[in-house]
C-alpha cells in the first residue's frame, strides 16, 4: 500500500511538473505573438533600411524581441497581372519575434507582410506576358 501511495505521488509531481511547463510554454508563445503585433504597430516598414529590432519590456516575466527585415533586397513587386497593372507595387518584409517566459520557455514566431505602394515605374514587368503591347 505504501509503494502504491509513493507511485501515485510521483505520478502527480511529474504531471504538475509537465503542466506548469506546458504554461510556460504557451506564454513564451503569446509573447511572441505579442511582439509580432508591436513590430506590425510600430515598426517602420522601410525598404531601404536595415533589418530594424525591437524589445518588450524588460521587467515583465514573459519578454519578447521581434526584427523587422525587408525581403527581396528592399525591391518591390509589381502588382498581379489583371485591372489593377500599374497602379500599386508591394514592398515585402519579414517580422520574427522570440518569445521567452520562466524555466526557459523559448518561442519563436515569423510573419510576412506585404505593404502596398503607388506603382514603381522602375519595375519591369514580367517578361513572360504573352502581349509585349501591354508593357508600359
Known amino acids: 500500500l505504501t509503494l502504491l501511495a509513493v507511485s501515485g ?4 509531481s511529474l504531471e504538475f511538473i509537465m503542466a506548469g511547463n506546458e504554461q510556460y510554454r504557451s506564454n513564451a508563445f503569446q509573447a511572441a505573438e505579442a511582439g509580432i503585433e508591436q513590430a506590425v504597430l ?3 516598414f522601410n525598404p531601404a533600411a536595415a533589418a530594424q529590432a525591437l524589445n518588450g519590456a524588460a521587467t515583465a516575466t514573459d519578454n519578447w ?3 523587422v527585415t525587408p525581403q527581396l ?5 509589381p502588382a498581379l497581372w489583371g485591372n489593377s497593372w500599374n497602379s500599386f ?3 515585402h518584409f519579414e517580422v520574427q ?3 521567452t517566459a520562466v524555466r526557459s520557455a523559448r518561442a519563436v514566431n ?7 505602394s503607388p506603382w514603381d515605374a522602375t519595375i519591369k514587368n514580367d517578361p513572360n506576358l504573352a502581349n509585349p503591347a501591354l508593357t508600359p
Not at 515569423?110 to 502596398?116: K, L, P
Open 97 to 99: 519575434s522570440t518569445g
Open 42 to 44: 510600430l515598426g517602420s
Open 65 to 67: 524581441a521581434a526584427t
Open 73 to 77: 533586397g528592399g525591391v518591390p513587386l
Open 9 to 12: 505521488m510521483n505520478s502527480a
Open 110 to 116: 515569423v510573419q510576412g507582410i506585404a505593404v502596398v
Open 89 to 91: 507595387s508591394t514592398y
